[in-house]
């Protein structure tokens, strides 16, 4: 069961990140005139496609299950690098093919997708805590009614 619990906190987190990576790349590439709306739903659908083909979803997911547990800080922090060591692979053979904006969009993104990376771990490892202390007991992630004292 705790293993199912990280893998079902890890892809929470993950659908998080790609919905944080779309909009922070739309607005990074946006121009004037473009919808907004429609750039940024692109950029959610395309990047984790990119991210996919270079490997990032299954080191993440192994990662992710098998690090849980552990310094509050390390799930995170290696998260992040991943996420880093990933995008920047990723910018490396896209960069002959991508236009002036993308290649100067490539370190903003890469600094502002690791800050959301670390935020949504940091957040999971929060999650994952509260469900796991849950024990069977109501859960302290859902609010309590109000008890009559008589």
Known sequence: MRTVKRLVTTLLELAAEATL????????????????????IGS????????FLHGYYVTRLLTGI??????????????SALFAIHTYIAFVHLKPDMSALGKVVGVRFIAGGT????????????????WRNANG???????TPPQDSI
């Open 137 to 143: 007991r109501r859960s302290s992630l859902l609010p």
């Open 44 to 51: 959610i659908l395309a990047l984790p496609v990119v991210l």
């Open 115 to 130: 800050c959301i990376v670390f935020a949504c771990a940091c957040g999971g490892n929060w999650f994952l805590s509260k």
């Open 66 to 79: 098998a690090l849980r547990g552990g310094s509050r800080w390390l799930y995170p922090a290696i998260a």
């Open 21 to 40: 990576w779309g909009c922070l790349f739309g607005v990074l590439v946006v121009n004037r005139g473009e919808p907004l709306l429609s750039v940024v």
